[in-house]
């Protein structure tokens, strides 16, 4: 079962309408996916997907050398070979053996996967509706990008009032909380909500005594991704209830281990279109502790790339029994969306950040940077009526006057 052939197709897969509002002045190079088909000499085709501005490995540049004319079967565990390749040679051996690929991985403990929506941060009324869609597509649970430039108490009201009270939130803050007395005073107030169920990454990780003391102090479980702090500094300690684990094959399989001799559940952050959920779900059905809905960011693209979507019964999908992933690509899809380059620009904009009392700060910095320069400039945690909106660039003189003010890690504020 040697390799023959290896073809990399690059894909720019728009995002759902609601979705682009706001992701393309965050990540719209996310919209490129790039395809990997990888053939064996048996004919055998397997099919893999990496997000190459996201994923935990992208595929390197020198892979044809690298692969062709080696047995399939000696690479399936090397990661550093990228998440597509991984991918593609699991379902070409899947095929080629007549059997799924959660039998290559180790012994299937469930036969559905959970699995949760995701969305950015967003103001009230648009993270309402993202539930609202998430319901109506079948899923239970919600990971929302929480962050302290918004009301996030108008923003849970505003959620509870249109789905149902079994739809559970889980808050990821990238440690935009800054810190364990601004986590604490915080997060206590939103334990009067039932739905919100797991906080992750409330803090810098590698605060250890701020994370235990969260830990300690607030009535939900805690999330961290696995690795930070080192794993028995974590354990020994005891910082943190579960793990977010985004790996290849091989270091996942090997974190899963230590999550179970832990009894620490997880949940799997692989991003990508229906190609990676099915991925995750044969991943998720051998780990024992992936009992946190997985985390695959499928519902931001207007297409899953497959020609059987996967639809969800309750938040949970079925894993397949066809040999290999049990899928099959879209080729009219691979066509429509088939590309030349592999990134894509945010639109010129600024941030416009505004409080009740009438002050407005505008800042020039990505989203990314945001999530440092905010707590940076001891801005307010979630103070209530406050918000960020975009201000995109209208070609008008006073855009390019403000655009230029905020530059270089500027900012302007005043009362409006």
Not at 67 to 81: F, H, K, P, T
Request: glycine share 8%; hydrophobic share 40%; aromatic share 10%.
């Amino acid at each position: 079962m040697k390799i023959t052939n290896v073809e990399l197709t690059y894909l720019d897969v728009p995002f759902t309408p609601h979705t682009n509002q706001h992701m393309q002045y965050w990540l719209p190079h996310w919209r490129i996916v790039q395809l990997c088909q990888i053939t064996l000499d048996n004919g055998v085709v397997g099919l893999g997907e990496t997000i190459p501005n996201y994923t935990w490995a992208r595929v390197p540049d020198d892979i044809e050398g690298r692969i062709v004319g080696r047995e399939g079967g000696d690479l399936l565990w090397e990661d550093s070979l990228g998440a597509g390749v991984q991918m593609a040679l699991f379902d070409a051996i899947g095929k080629t053996l007549n059997v799924p690929v959660y039998r290559l991985l180790g012994t299937k403990v469930r036969d559905w996967s959970p699995l949760s929506w995701w969305g950015m941060d967003m103001p009230p009324n648009d993270w309402a509706q993202q539930c609202v869609d998430a319901v109506a597509q079948g899923y239970m649970s919600a990971k929302l990008k929480a962050r302290t430039w918004y009301d996030l108490h108008a923003a849970l009201q505003a959620i509870i009032e249109r789905v149902p009270p079994q739809f559970k939130l889980d808050f990821d803050f990238n440690a935009t909380l800054d810190n364990a007395a601004n986590a604490v005073e915080f997060l206590k107030t939103l334990e009067r909500y039932e739905q919100v169920a797991m906080i992750e990454s409330p803090i810098p990780q590698g605060d250890v005594a701020g994370n235990l003391h969260i830990r300690e102090r607030i009535n939900r479980p805690v999330a961290m991704h696995y690795g930070s702090p080192p794993i028995m500094t974590t354990l020994s300690e005891d910082v943190a209830d579960g793990f977010v684990i985004c790996a290849g094959a091989y270091r996942l399989l090997k974190q899963a281990t230590v999550s179970e001799a832990a009894n620490k559940p997880f949940w799997l952050q692989l991003v990508g279109t229906g190609i990676t959920t099915t991925w995750a779900a044969h991943l998720g059905a051998v780990c024992e502790q992936a009992k946190w809905p997985a985390i695959t960011c499928m519902n931001i693209w207007e297409h899953q790339l497959i020609t059987a979507p996967i639809a969800l019964r309750g938040g949970f999908h079925r894993v397949p029994e066809q040999p290999g992933l049990g899928i099959e690509v879209d080729r009219e899809a691979l066509e429509k969306y088939k590309v030349d380059y592999s990134f894509v620009d945010p639109p010129r904009h600024v941030y416009r950040y505004a409080r009740a009392n009438g002050e407005v700060t505008y800042y020039g910095c990505s989203k990314q940077e945001l999530h440092r320069v905010y707590p940076g400039d001891a801005m307010p945690v979630c103070e209530a009526g406050s918000t960020l909106d975009v201000v995109p660039d209208d070609g008008s003189a006073a855009f390019k006057e403000l655009y230029e003010a905020v530059q270089n890690g500027n900012t302007v504020r005043r009362l409006e």
